[in-house]
């Protein structure tokens, strides 16, 4: 009788155990899935003016973006091709291809072998990572500013995003960077503006990505 007891508080033990598990961790890798053969297409606009001259000049132009193939599984890496046009009735001409490593922590991007943190797992609101940990240039820190919100772009809402924002302003110069991710789908929008505050007039530029399709 005491051996079917306690048989029966053991089983209740583990039962109560399992109810009081906590959920595994969500660490939102769906915000930069990857699927070869996968492209996006992206208005690109480009700013670029100096008020010591009173010169300005803009271009606009379409840029695609393909996940080619897996080129290694340690780490897992992946190939990216990148093909522009400047209208719809002109040809796709490639421009470049760079690399995208998947990791359990982050995301790193390699173009011309120089490698940046993009991304950084778990994605939670708050959360900061040092952009440039694995090269030599100057550190950004980037930070979560949203996560799970959505976002407009023009006439289309993105039901659930997260955005990443850096920004410095120094003596120097004001630099500010904005990068959003939609969940199931990845980038949707790039935003880069750099302006000179060195002269007595502003100098610099803004470089704009948005998801067209």
């Known amino acids: ?21 906590q959920p595994s961790l969500d660490y ?53 091709l990148r093909f522009v046009r400047t209208h719809d009735s002109t040809e796709w001409i490639e421009r470049e291809s760079y690399f995208v490593i998947q990791k359990k922590e982050n995301i790193q991007m390699v173009e011309d072998g120089i490698y940046f943190v993009k ?22 820190t980037y930070e979560y500013q949203s996560v799970g919100v959505p976002y407009t772009i023009g006439d289309s809402t993105f039901q659930q995003t997260a955005t990443v924002t850096y920004s410095t302003i120094n003596a120097i110069e004001e630099i500010e960077k904005t990068a959003v991710y939609q969940k199931d789908f990845g980038l949707i929008f790039y935003q880069n503006t750099y302006i000179n505050t060195q002269e007595d007039k502003r100098s610099g530029y803004k470089v704009s990505m948005r998801l067209r399709y």
């Open 28 to 80: 939102g890798y769906y915000y930069y899935p990857i699927k070869p053969g996968t492209t996006h297409v992206f208005w690109v606009d480009s700013i670029s003016y100096n008020d010591n001259t009173g010169k300005i000049d803009t271009f606009r132009f379409q840029l695609l973006q393909k996940f080619d193939t897996l080129i290694s599984n340690n780490p897992t890496t992946y190939r990216i």
């Open 1 to 21: 009788m005491k051996l079917y007891f306690g048989i029966i508080v053991a089983l209740c033990l583990v039962a109560c155990q399992k109810n009081t598990e």
């Open 119 to 140: 991304l950084s797992f778990p994605v939670s609101i708050g959360s900061k990572w040092k952009g440039n940990l694995f090269n030599n240039l100057a550190p950004e």
